[in-house]
Nanobody, 125 residues
Framework: QLQLVESGGGLVQPGGSLRLSCEVS????????IGWFRRAPGKEREGVSC????????DYIDSVKGRFTISRDMAKNTVYLQMNSLRPEDTAVYYC??????????????????WGQGTQVTVSS
Protein backbone atom coordinates (compact mmCIF):
# COMPACT_ATOMS: atom_id res chain seq x y z
CA GLN A 1 0.00 0.00 0.00
CA LEU A 2 1.09 3.54 -0.74
CA GLN A 3 2.82 5.40 2.07
CA LEU A 4 3.31 9.13 2.40
CA VAL A 5 5.57 10.61 5.04
CA GLU A 6 5.71 14.35 5.68
CA SER A 7 8.59 16.14 7.31
CA GLY A 8 10.01 19.63 7.64
CA GLY A 9 7.49 21.28 9.90
CA GLY A 10 8.44 23.38 12.89
CA LEU A 11 8.27 26.74 14.60
CA VAL A 12 9.20 29.79 12.56
CA GLN A 13 8.84 33.52 13.00
CA PRO A 14 6.54 35.55 10.74
CA GLY A 15 8.29 36.25 7.46
CA GLY A 16 10.37 33.11 7.74
CA SER A 17 10.54 30.04 5.52
CA LEU A 18 10.10 26.31 5.77
CA ARG A 19 10.30 23.50 3.26
CA LEU A 20 7.98 20.55 3.74
CA SER A 21 8.75 17.19 2.19
CA CYS A 22 6.38 14.39 1.26
CA GLU A 23 8.20 11.14 0.60
CA VAL A 24 6.18 8.59 -1.33
CA SER A 25 6.90 4.90 -1.16
CA UNK A 26 5.52 1.80 -2.86
CA UNK A 27 4.20 3.84 -5.79
CA UNK A 28 5.83 6.08 -8.35
CA UNK A 29 5.14 9.80 -8.55
CA UNK A 30 4.72 9.43 -12.29
CA UNK A 31 1.27 8.00 -11.63
CA UNK A 32 0.15 10.20 -8.76
CA UNK A 33 -1.26 13.64 -8.27
CA ILE A 34 -0.01 14.95 -4.93
CA GLY A 35 -1.80 17.57 -2.90
CA TRP A 36 -0.85 19.54 0.19
CA PHE A 37 -3.64 20.29 2.64
CA ARG A 38 -3.76 21.95 6.02
CA ARG A 39 -6.00 22.06 9.02
CA ALA A 40 -5.77 24.97 11.41
CA PRO A 41 -7.24 24.76 14.94
CA GLY A 42 -10.99 25.16 14.81
CA LYS A 43 -11.10 25.29 11.02
CA GLU A 44 -11.96 22.97 8.17
CA ARG A 45 -9.21 21.24 6.24
CA GLU A 46 -8.30 23.21 3.12
CA GLY A 47 -6.32 22.47 0.00
CA VAL A 48 -3.12 24.49 -0.26
CA SER A 49 -1.41 23.28 -3.41
CA CYS A 50 -1.22 20.33 -5.76
CA UNK A 51 0.92 18.98 -8.59
CA UNK A 52 -0.35 16.82 -11.45
CA UNK A 53 1.26 13.54 -12.40
CA UNK A 54 0.89 13.95 -16.17
CA UNK A 55 2.63 17.26 -16.81
CA UNK A 56 3.68 18.67 -13.46
CA UNK A 57 1.11 21.44 -13.64
CA UNK A 58 0.35 23.07 -10.32
CA ASP A 59 -2.40 24.87 -8.48
CA TYR A 60 -2.50 27.00 -5.35
CA ILE A 61 -5.04 28.44 -3.00
CA ASP A 62 -5.19 32.22 -3.42
CA SER A 63 -3.82 33.00 0.03
CA VAL A 64 -0.48 31.31 -0.68
CA LYS A 65 0.09 32.33 -4.30
CA GLY A 66 3.44 34.04 -4.68
CA ARG A 67 4.62 32.69 -1.32
CA PHE A 68 4.45 28.89 -1.61
CA THR A 69 5.93 26.71 -4.35
CA ILE A 70 5.22 23.03 -4.92
CA SER A 71 7.75 20.88 -6.74
CA ARG A 72 8.73 17.26 -7.15
CA ASP A 73 11.90 15.21 -7.45
CA MET A 74 11.08 12.09 -9.43
CA ALA A 75 14.40 10.44 -8.59
CA LYS A 76 13.68 10.78 -4.87
CA ASN A 77 9.94 10.16 -5.27
CA THR A 78 9.38 13.21 -3.11
CA VAL A 79 7.18 16.29 -3.37
CA TYR A 80 8.16 19.53 -1.68
CA LEU A 81 6.28 22.59 -0.50
CA GLN A 82 8.55 25.60 -0.17
CA MET A 83 6.84 28.12 2.08
CA ASN A 84 8.19 31.67 2.18
CA SER A 85 6.96 34.85 3.86
CA LEU A 86 5.07 32.78 6.38
CA ARG A 87 2.25 34.37 8.33
CA PRO A 88 0.62 33.43 11.64
CA GLU A 89 -2.48 32.39 9.68
CA ASP A 90 -0.39 29.69 7.96
CA THR A 91 -0.19 27.87 11.30
CA ALA A 92 -1.72 24.43 10.84
CA VAL A 93 -1.02 20.74 10.52
CA TYR A 94 0.02 20.14 6.94
CA TYR A 95 -0.77 16.88 5.17
CA CYS A 96 0.19 15.49 1.81
CA UNK A 97 -2.19 13.22 -0.04
CA UNK A 98 -2.25 11.09 -3.18
CA UNK A 99 -4.80 10.94 -5.98
CA UNK A 100 -4.66 8.12 -8.55
CA UNK A 101 -7.09 9.63 -11.03
CA UNK A 102 -4.68 10.77 -13.81
CA UNK A 103 -6.76 13.90 -14.23
CA UNK A 104 -5.43 17.38 -13.53
CA UNK A 105 -4.95 17.82 -9.80
CA UNK A 106 -7.51 19.74 -7.79
CA UNK A 107 -7.64 21.22 -4.30
CA UNK A 108 -10.61 19.13 -3.24
CA UNK A 109 -9.81 16.60 -0.53
CA UNK A 110 -12.53 14.22 -1.69
CA UNK A 111 -10.42 13.36 -4.71
CA UNK A 112 -7.53 12.06 -2.61
CA UNK A 113 -7.29 8.48 -1.47
CA UNK A 114 -4.23 8.19 0.75
CA TRP A 115 -2.91 10.59 3.36
CA GLY A 116 0.21 11.14 5.37
CA GLN A 117 0.27 11.60 9.13
CA GLY A 118 0.81 15.35 9.00
CA THR A 119 3.48 17.77 10.16
CA GLN A 120 2.91 20.79 12.39
CA VAL A 121 3.79 24.26 11.15
CA THR A 122 3.65 27.06 13.70
CA VAL A 123 4.28 30.66 12.71
CA SER A 124 4.71 32.83 15.76
CA SER A 125 7.00 35.44 17.22
Amino acid sequence: QLQLVESGGGLVQPGGSLRLSCEVSRFTLENLNIGWFRRAPGKEREGVSCISSSDGSTDYIDSVKGRFTISRDMAKNTVYLQMNSLRPEDTAVYYCAADYSYRRCVLFDGRYDDWGQGTQVTVSS
